[in-house]
């Protein structure tokens, strides 16, 4: 079964530098029931068609994230990192700074989004523009997904005139 490394751990892999609180793995979609048969003691947590969670001590579990799968182009750019002491597969930057600046969390609900992608648009050297803009244009929050683009790029150009931002 395919997977890779999400959210936060995977944002430690890419230059964030804040403790683990836990490791989130996401699967592709279709593998949901796969998934949920090989621990049949605990319950999904969250549950929909595209999209299905499951919690253990210290690790989420997921088949999906809705509008985002771990689907070929993501699959294609996964790469091994090390978390923890441990080489494991993580979703590509440009995958993982979209899903964090879509989520948007600061530190009231008890996360750090925007830190972590500030943190990782630091540490890459480069960013596949076209893969991101791209994803940006499958997501199901449009609106939403050009604002987040448009923080990406000016937080982008900030980092320096050796990071511009190519056009489409």
């Known amino acids: 079964m395919p997977w ?21 793995i996401l699967v592709p979609a279709a593998e949901g029931q796969r998934l949920m048969a ?12 595209g999209m ?10 997921l088949a999906g994230l809705g509008s985002v799968d771990l689907d070929g182009p993501m699959a294609a750019r996964v790469t091994r990192r090390e978390i923890g002491g441990v080489q494991v597969p993580v979703i590509p930057p440009e995958d993982n700074i979209l899903l964090k600046g879509m989520q948007g969390r600061g530190a009231e609900q008890g996360k750090h989004d925007w830190e972590d ?20 244009s499958t997501l199901d929050r449009p609106e939403l997904a050009q604002q987040v683009m448009e923080r990406l790029e000016e937080l982008w150009r900030r980092r320096g005139e050796e990071k511009e931002v190519p056009r489409e």
């Open 52 to 61: 299905m969670a499951l919690q253990i001590p210290g690790v989420d579990l």
């Open 4 to 24: 890779a490394v999400f959210a936060g751990a995977a944002a430690s892999a890419y230059g964030a530098d804040r403790p683990l609180t836990d490791v989130d």
């Open 117 to 136: 992608v500030e943190a990782m648009m630091a540490f890459v050297p480069s960013l596949d523009w076209e893969y991101l803009r791209w994803r940006a």
């Open 38 to 49: 090989l621990f049949p003691g605990v319950e999904p947590v969250f549950y929909q068609r």
